[in-house]
């Protein structure tokens, strides 16, 4: 949690959550990390819905397609990469229709990309001013905090965050 004494936090902070961002490396099927992240966004208000595909791994099972004389290797970056995306971005559009048939008032918006997770996720939250970060913090296989969580409650001490 941001500390308001220090000065640091962006004039939207603390204030309310009416944009609220949830983000994990496997948003497609995360029912539960949707379903906390809906409910703290004010009715009326913007649930953005976000997936980071790492384009170091992208770039390393490309590199390893590549060597293998059979397959054409741009064939299958580009189908690769669309599959890629295409998943998250039919999932949110899932959570848009089931949260609408619910009666929620809240906007549902989408950002998928490919990229650098650390990097891009600060951009998407600096960029989209959100209130509140939900994540989770740990996977069935560790105990420790996983993947993008701990780098993310390092660098983004001035964004409100919801880890579980």
């Not at 559009?93 to 650390?118: D, N, W, Y």
């Amino acid at each position: 949690m941001p500390c308001p004494e220090k000065g640091n936090m962006p004039g939207h902070a603390l204030q309310n959550t009416d944009r609220v961002m949830a983000v994990t490396d496997h948003l497609a099927g995360d029912h539960r990390l949707v379903s906390y992240a809906a409910h703290f966004t004010r009715d009326g208000e913007t649930l953005f819905l976000s997936h980071v595909e790492d384009d170091t791994v992208f770039e390393r099972y490309i590199s390893a397609i590549g060597k293998i004389p059979d397959l054409d290797t741009e064939i299958a970056r580009e189908e690769i990469k669309v599959r890629l995306l295409e998943d998250p971005i039919e999932y949110i559009e899932s959570c848009r229709t089931g949260l609408a048939r619910e009666g929620s008032q809240i906007k549902v918006e989408s950002r998928v990309k490919l990229g650098h997770l650390l990097a891009d996720y600060r951009e998407l939250v600096e960029e989209n001013e959100i209130d509140l970060l939900v994540m989770y913090t740990k996977d069935e296989e560790q105990l420790a905090m996983h993947g993008i969580a701990y780098p993310l409650a390092v660098e983004l001490r001035s964004t409100p965050l919801l880890m579980l």
